[in-house]
């Protein structure tokens, strides 16, 4: 397959998923922004508006998190329920293709999501520089793709949809909803905040904490200067990690 | 005439299952032809397709496709099949249209190609009024059809059909039937695994008959016919005893009375004898249900119910 029909391919696999279903149901784009707003809304009001700022960075983060466990969910149903995994991996489409076009197709479905916590981060601070739209972009990205990789991994090993009803929530749980994803690390005691960096959305919650000019975490090591660099390095080296992961443990072909 | 595919010594054994799904499988099938693979479900037929169609792993022997080896290069294989996958779904969020042409599109096919190509399958399997259908709003049977037109849209030279025709109605079959001819008119191979076994006589022209793992019998229709004991088959009624049939054939009950395998001579005997009693009877060449029942000892659709077909 030349690179060409590579492209063509991805985009149709993202167009048929992401774009044609919401055409016919816009309410589907509902979906994946309401639990990143209503962890938003709830901690907001509690914090009376102290930790709005955190809670749209993490918003965000939990919204690119979200792609990560819809992916899975549909790989699973176009695997086990319809077949078409079946078709797909007896045809010219290769699994990178499939997967990107399908972690694309979810992008697509977060785009308005993405947008309100955005427009939320625009209008509740100082104005965001240039650099701090790149660094709120890459991290976006990044987590963008970790999700990806880690959905399609478990989405392999799953035999019937209703495991990811189980797994999906569980992710988000450890992913995002436990680690100082919409609260600052410092809120977490010292003897703890180790576990926190468990979860590369902790890295990610960091830098755009910094990005919001939030003031962010001390690093686990070394000077503070060094804790931005540290969270791309961690950040990038489990992104790493998880696609190599993909690709060596994913099942395309069955044993 | 250039293999589409060979298999030597193909076996299979799934992870975690004591039982081989395939044992020992040579099979040759000729390129630009309809092969015909029959069995019961269970028998192994859908998995030496997913085996040849780069979806599963052998346990052991080798298979090539289109002269590539399927297992160390899939890549070269998969540019050139297209397959129905066994219980598969099309996309319930698409019409027919779309299904096919973004099916086409998904392959890496040019947009004004796939454009030609989608409308003229949707016009050849009889399609065409409901392009703009959701496939959510059709018939299993419809739903079936448009998988069928999706992969006969395709420019693979190699199709594989695993129970294309299951669930559809005698007008419907006979379309994808018309479609399968045309596919071979035009020089594509075609591997149909069916339980129809007049489907498989119509349209084949070679086949392989699949029991537990095993290759029973394999060759043309008539070849196979020329096989078997006993080609013709006589049903008579109840009130003849089964020791007076004993010595024309092969006798077994059957609902309301007796059908007896024979050889053609034994069978004209034995239906001047009904006439003769003013008895009701029936002669005819045996049917590939009736080979299949000759030679495995038990018709092809027990065990159906159980669903005990494993890949």
């Known amino acids: ?255 | 005439m250039a293999d589409a595919i060979r298999a030597e010594r193909l076996g299979k054994t799934y992870p975690h299952s004591k039982d081989a799904a395939l044992v020992g499988i040579d099979l040759r099938i000729p390129a630009g032809s309809v092969y015909g693979l029959i069995g019961r479900n269970g028998a192994g037929k859908t998995t030496f397709v997913r085996i040849a169609s780069t979806q599963l792993m052998p346990s052991e022997g080798e298979i090539w496709v289109l002269g590539h080896d399927a297992v160390a290069e899939p890549r070269s294989v998969r540019a050139r099949i297209a397959v129905i996958p066994q219980e598969s779904r099309p996309l319930y969020f698409l019409t027919i249209d779309e299904l096919v042409f973004h099916h086409l599109r998904m392959r890496g096919m040019e947009r004004a190609e796939a454009r030609r190509r989608t409308d003229q399958v949707l016009g050849q399997m009889g399609l065409a009024d409901r392009a703009d259908t959701l496939v959510s709003r059709l018939s299993g049977g419809l739903r079936r059809r448009a998988m069928v037109a999706m992969i006969f849209a395709s420019d693979a030279e190699l199709l594989f059909l695993d129970e294309p025709t299951t669930g559809l109605d005698p007008l419907a079959r006979r379309e994808v039937w018309a479609a399968i001819q045309r596919a071979r008119e035009g020089g594509r191979t075609v591997l149909l695994t069916t339980h129809y076994l007049d489907e498989a006589e119509a349209l084949s022209s070679r086949l392989a008959l699949i029991e537990r793992g095993r290759v029973i019998v394999e060759g043309t229709p008539a070849d196979i016919r020329g096989r078997v004991k006993y080609p013709f088959r006589v049903t008579l009624p109840a009130s003849l005893s089964q020791s007076e049939l004993t010595s024309y054939g092969e006798v077994s009950g059957v609902a309301g009375g007796w059908l007896v395998f024979a050889r053609e001579e034994a069978a004209r005997e034995l239906t001047r004898l009904a006439l003769g009693r003013n008895l009701a009877v029936a002669m005819a060449p045996i049917s590939l249900e009736d080979i299949f029942l000759q030679l495995v000892g038990r018709p092809l659709t027990e065990g159906e119910s159980a669903g005990e077909e494993v890949a």
């Open chain 1, 1 to 255: 397959m030349t690179d060409r029909r590579r492209l063509r391919s991805l985009w149709t696999i993202a167009f048929m998923n992401g774009v044609i279903p919401v055409r016919r149901q816009p309410l589907y784009l509902l979906n994946t922004i309401a639990s990143p707003l209503s962890f938003l809304f709830f901690i907001a009001l509690a914090s009376r508006g102290t930790l709005l700022r955190p809670a749209i960075a993490g918003g965000m983060v939990l919204t690119m998190i979200s792609i990560g466990t819809s992916l899975q969910a549909d790989l699973t149903h176009f695997k086990q329920d319809m077949k078409f995994q079946d078709l797909v991996v007896a045809s010219p489409v290769e699994a990178p293709i499939y997967v990107a076009g399908l972690a694309l197709s979810e992008f697509l479905y977060s785009i308005p999501g993405l947008s309100v916590f955005v427009a939320l981060w625009v209008a509740t601070g100082p104005p965001p520089g240039i650099l701090d739209a790149l660094t709120v972009g890459f991290t976006l990205l990044l987590v963008w793709a970790f999700s990806s990789a880690l959905g399609f991994t478990l989405a392999t090993y799953f035999e019937d949809i209703r495991e990811t009803f189980v797994f999906g929530p569980l992710v988000s749980l450890g992913l995002t909803v436990l680690p100082p994803v919409y609260y600052p690390a410092t809120f977490i005691p010292a003897a703890y905040r180790p576990l926190a960096f468990l979860s590369p959305a902790t890295y990610a919650a960091d830098l755009l904490h910094r990005a919001f000019r939030l003031g962010a975490s001390e690093p686990l090591f070394g000077p503070p200067l060094l804790a931005a660099p540290l969270d791309w390095l961690a950040l990038i080296g489990i992104t790493a990690g998880l696609f190599l992961l993909a690709a060596k443990k994913a099942r395309w072909r069955e044993p």
